[in-house]
Nanobody
Framework: QVALVESGGGLVQSGGSLRLSCEAS????????MGWFRQTPGKEREFVAG??????TERYGDSVKGRFTISRHDFKIMLRMDSLKPEDTAVYYC????????????????????WGQGTQVTVSS
């Protein structure tokens, strides 16, 4: 089994930056697609960013394009969040899926079947 452990998050003022990290451990396939989702109370879990198994391609949700950057090194991914806004406040979840040689990372919640515990990000105005 694969486990995901997130770190980072916390409280930041509007316009500030934060970094999240997530590392996979356990019986890992060499082709593990990974990404970040976020959720606020009463809302659906939203795709934030994804990176394919090789780290060669990325995808972003419309609300974070140009502000967030996802990267990976082996089975650790990082999310750099800049120009944060109060509406970015949410619990952020690291997620992963066993991949084939897919060029682009997946973007739908149901396509990810391994999830971390979540880490809170709060942006104050």
């Amino acid at each position: 089994q694969v486990a995901l452990v997130e770190s980072g998050g916390g409280l930041v003022q509007s316009g500030g930056s934060l970094r999240l990290s997530c590392e996979a451990s356990g019986r890992i396939s060499s082709k593990l697609g990974m990404g970040w989702f976020r959720q606020t109370p009463g809302k659906e879990r939203e795709f934030v960013a994804g990176i394919n198994w090789s780290g060669g391609t990325e995808r972003y949700g419309d609300s974070v394009k140009g502000r967030f950057t996802i990267s990976r090194h082996d089975f650790k991914i990082m999310l750099r969040m800049d120009s944060l806004k109060p509406e970015d406040t949410a619990v952020y979840y690291c997620a992963a899926y066993e991949s084939s040689y897919e060029f682009y990372p997946r973007t739908e919640r149901y396509e990810y079947d391994i999830w971390g515990q979540g880490t809170q990000v709060t942006v104050s105005s």
